[in-house]
Each structure stands twice: as C-alpha cells, then as structure tokens.
C-alpha cells in the first residue's frame, strides 16, 4: 500500500535559516510526487511537482526538490527561509497507475521574522 | 482558468443531520477526488470520480458518498452526521486523475461543524 511519511511536524525558523524538510514515501511502481503548500487561511497549492527526468525540480518562490529514487525521498529545500513562507508543507505521491494521491501528515514552519 | 470552486464555504450542522457539499472543477477537468482535513488525520482520500464513475474510495464509513454530473460537477454527502465528521472537505480536480504528469489542484474548501 502507498504511504508517505514526513519527518518533522513543526519546524521552527529565523528568517534566511535554509530549509529543508523530509519526505519518504512507500510505492512500488513509478510515481509522480509533489508537495503542497498551504498558507494561513488559504486552500492548497502546488508548490512543485516531479514526473520524470531531472530528479531536481524547481519550484515557485525559491523551492526546489530532489528525487532520489534509491531512498524513496523526495526532500523539499529552501536556501533562504523568509517570514512569509510560513506555512503547512505537504508531500504527496501518486502512482502513474492509480487513482488516488496519498498525503503525508503534513509539516508546519514558523518563520520568526 | 477559473479554480476549483466549493459551496458552501462554511456549514453548522447537528448531529444526525445530513448535508451535501458541491464542486465544481477546472473547466476542462474530468476527475475529481475529495479530501477530509482534520488537524490530527491531515488529509484522507475520501473518494475519486471520473466521466460519473467513482474509480477509487478511501476508508470511510458508507455514510460518506458522492456522484459526479455529465458536466464533471461532483457533490459528496454525509449522512448521520456525527461530532467526528468536523473537517475541512477538499475538492480536487485533474484532467484525467492517473498517468504521467496529471496535476490536482485544490478548492478552497468547505469547512463543516457538528454541533
């Protein structure tokens, strides 16, 4: 069965600290991943997302992620936190054949200004 | 492109009652799933529906349910509502909801209490 982990539940920050927050998932066929943001009182968005080919994707607003396929990790990372990414991050894994999209519990970063 | 749109965007309830929630996804957009959003679950894949055909369901209780329209409009229904049922319910909308690069993206939720 898929399942996504996420190591850290709160993360706490001083702005221009770098970030960088865990994700492992369980699947055994090819997967597209993703992490979500969700910002105090706004709905989910798409932050970044890999399908194939560079295991190093880009994001909006500076994120950016790695696939490493031998460790089922796709860690988010930030060099240079500011006070405005403070947030809820979500890491989710979709397996190209199905139909449904597994979250992880989600990570919560506070950025002290 | 219009988002992901939900009505109602808060609803108060008591429990036993019943209630229905609406989504209307991306123009263009044939699948979509619903999510339950609670601070200690996070988020739990309730269902997913595709061309009217529900293709995958999570791990609720019968008393949750849904259907999606010709036109790819979805509506869940809870049923019995209990205290528990207290969440933000998620809509998602995708072009095809499997393969290769199929994106979801979100509505803003709609927020249910259970008194």
């Known amino acids: 069965a898929q399942s996504v982990s996420q190591h850290n539940h709160h993360v706490i920050l001083s702005e221009a600290a770098s970030l960088e927050l865990g994700c492992n998932y369980s699947?055994?066929?090819?997967?597209?991943l993703f992490w979500y943001v969700q910002y105090p009182g706004q709905h989910l968005q798409l932050l970044l997302k890999?399908?194939?080919?560079?295991?190093l994707v880009k994001g909006i607003k500076g994120f950016e992620a790695e696939f490493i396929k031998s460790k089922f990790s796709f860690n988010l990372r930030k060099p240079s936190v500011q006070w405005s990414d403070t947030a809820e991050y979500f890491c989710?894994?979709?397996?190209?054949?199905?139909?449904?999209?597994?979250f992880g519990a989600g990570t919560r970063l506070f950025v002290k200004a | 492109k219009a988002g992901v749109t939900q009505t109602p965007r808060y609803l108060i309830k008591t429990r036993g009652q019943q209630v229905t929630l609406s989504c209307s996804p991306i123009?263009?957009?044939?699948?979509v799933s619903w999510y339950q959003q609670t601070p200690g679950q996070g988020l739990q894949f309730l269902f997913e529906?595709?061309?009217?055909?529900?293709?995958n369901k999570g791990n609720f209780p019968g008393r949750f349910s849904g259907r999606q329209f010709s036109n790819s409009r979805s509506e869940m229904n809870v049923s019995t509502l209990e205290l528990g049922d207290s969440a933000l319910y998620l809509c998602?909308?995708?072009?095809?909801?499997?393969?290769?690069?199929?994106?979801?993206?979100f509505g803003p939720g709609t927020r249910l209490t259970v008194l």
């Open positions: 998602a909308s995708s072009s095809r909801g499997e393969g290769r690069g199929d994106t979801q993206y």
């Open positions: 699947y055994g066929g090819t997967v597209n």
């Open positions: 890999y399908f194939s080919g560079d295991p």
């Open positions: 989710a894994v979709k397996g190209t054949g199905g139909f449904k999209t597994i």
């Open positions: 123009s263009g957009h044939r699948s």
């Open positions: 529906y595709f061309s009217e055909t529900q293709r």
